[in-house]
């Protein structure tokens, strides 16, 4: 009996390593994005040699779980899915008790490494929501929505409580993508934006000062050009004084002389900016156009709910983290700390979103074996 066994998990880890696993459009697309992450942060970290080749093991490491997990069948990933979403929790519990940060008690420091649990939702929230709409009723009702919303209310909870209300916000909207993919009625979405909508002024008085001097800096940022609104204003210089074709590679003055604060990170998009003006921020658009594109594309072609979901789940958040940051640095949008994706620097936002695509990959390598399943 324990040799049949042996011999059966054997054929199984031997028959995922058989052939590759990888979408080599979508590979080959996030290998020239991260190319362009690492020469924008040499640039906006003033030729700083330690700062990307610490991101570029952040990317080996994320390129090396992405590759593990794109021959994990997603039958595999949706039994783990609980656990996984599980552990994401429990860590977040751990952050409220024992997190710190600057101003913010959002890492964890495990002495060997130093990471951000709030990340990890990004992907298993997505999860949870397309594991529990799964086998169910599609479209929802009531009570099914209910209980999806409670399942993305906790874990938004404590990342809000850490403070961090941007991340929140995403992860509230990664797993609302679940939701709105599977088939939800138009009556009932304008019912919850309206339930949301109603909900924003009591919020408000939840916000701490910080958050709504960001939402009033965004309405008058010239009105305290030193303080609140130093950053939506130097960024708007940045973009602008870029022009059509950009000062040139390493010729921004912004993050030089920093004028421009949190320029490897947050406003990363205003360095790239400066630098290639608007040819090349609409070069890079197109690239991240493709890789939303090609996700989607995936998600159609997924055979089950749950991929289903899931692909389209994470292709829509990919989306959602270009607009906010784009709509950041352009003062469209608050300041809410949301990174750059593949290019802003950080080491778990990096090897997360590396992994979400390994995820993609894996739907899309196994989509016949979910239609035979």
């Known amino acids: 009996m324990i040799d049949e066994l042996f011999h059966e ?29 690492l020469g924008t942060l040499y640039s ?30 997603p039958l595999t990933l949706r039994n783990w899915t609980p656990w996984l979403y599980a552990a994401s929790v429990a860590l977040l519990v751990i952050v409220v008790i024992h997190g710190e940060g600057r101003g913010a008690n959002r890492w964890l420091d495990l002495k060997v490494v130093r990471f951000q649990p709030s990340e990890l939702l990004k992907l298993t929230m997505p999860m949870m929501i397309a594991w529990y709409l799964n086998g169910r009723p599609l479209p929802p009702g009531w009570t099914t929505l209910g209980v999806a919303g409670a399942l ?17 916000l995403l992860i509230v909207a990664s797993g609302a993508f679940g939701i709105f993919l599977s088939g939800l009625a138009w009556w009932r979405i304008g019912a919850l934006l309206a339930a ?7 919020a408000w008085h939840f916000l701490h000062d910080y958050q709504k001097n960001r939402v009033l800096t965004l309405l008058d940022p010239e009105a305290d050009p030193l303080g609140n609104g130093w950053h939506i204003i130097q960024s708007k210089i940045a973009v ?18 920093e004028f421009l604060p949190e320029h490897t990170t947050d406003f990363i998009f205003s360095v790239f900016a400066e630098e ?12 991240y156009v493709f890789i939303i594109a090609r996700c989607l594309w995936i998600a159609a072609e997924a055979k089950d709910t749950y991929a289903r979901l899931l692909a389209g789940a994470i292709s829509m958040s990919l989306f959602v983290y270009v607009m906010v940051n784009g709509g950041m ?45």
């Open 240 to 257: 602008g004084s870029g022009g059509v074709w950009g000062k040139g590679w390493h010729h921004g003055t912004q993050s030089r002389l």
């Open 152 to 168: 993305i209310a906790v874990p938004a909870a404590l990342i809000a409580k850490q403070p961090d209300l941007g991340t929140a």
């Open 196 to 202: 949301f909508a109603g909900m924003v002024p009591v």
């Open 9 to 37: 998990w054997r054929h199984r880890l031997l028959s995922m390593w058989r052939k590759p696993r990888l979408d080599l459009p979508l590979f080959g697309a996030l290998l020239l994005l991260m190319g362009i992450g």
């Open 276 to 287: 290639w003006g608007l040819v090349g921020v609409l070069l890079l658009l197109a690239l």
């Open 44 to 73: 906006a970290g003033d030729k700083d040699v330690g700062l990307v080749v610490s991101q570029g093991l952040r990317f080996v490491l994320g390129l090396l779980l992405m590759t593990i997990i794109a021959r994990v069948p």
């Open 329 to 373: 640095i352009t003062g469209m949008l608050p300041v809410v700390g949301v990174p750059l994706p593949l290019v802003s620097y950080g080491g778990t936002s990096a090897v997360s979103l590396l992994a979400g695509f390994g995820v993609l990959m894996s739907i899309h390598a196994h989509r016949k074996a979910l239609a035979s399943a």
